[in-house]
């Protein structure tokens, strides 16, 4: 029976930048970077307290970089999450905005990927 996703990959430019973005503005930790081939490395991150992992993974046909993903991250407290995030750095395309079904944000990575970053219910 399927328990669950093993990881997700996002499309990136460049696997440094990228790993450097997700490692210290995100807090993701890394758990694999090695070999893939002669153009790039498996660059695998966890998500702290999470079994979903993240890919950084450079496509020659397939996802490119800058696109609306389709991967909402969770955080027991999205607007708090949203403010720590941003004095990071990191860019918010939609300010925390509060629904019936919870509350909700959205921020781009260094090479313009956009996710959701929403309240788990």
Same mark, same amino acid.
């Given at each position: 029976m399927i328990r669950g996703?093993?990881?997700t990959s996002i499309p990136v430019v460049d696997q440094d930048r990228a790993l450097a973005f997700y490692t210290e503005k995100l807090g993701f930790r890394l758990?694999?970077?090695q070999p893939f081939d002669d153009k790039q490395r498996w660059i695998e991150l966890s998500?702290?307290?999470a079994d979903?992992?993240?890919v950084l993974f450079q496509y020659d046909d397939g996802p490119k970089p #800058?696109?609306?993903?389709?991967?909402?991250?969770?955080a027991d407290?999205?607007?708090a999450t949203a403010r720590e995030l941003k004095a990071k750095g990191v860019k918010f395309t939609m300010e925390p905005?509060?629904?019936d079904w919870g509350t909700a944000a959205a921020f781009q990575d260094v090479? #313009?990927?956009t996710f959701v970053l929403s309240s788990k219910t």
């Open positions: 996703i093993k990881f758990q694999t970077d998500v702290p307290g979903t992992r993240v #800058g696109a609306t993903m389709n991967i909402t991250f969770w407290d999205v607007e905005t509060k629904a090479d #313009g990927n």
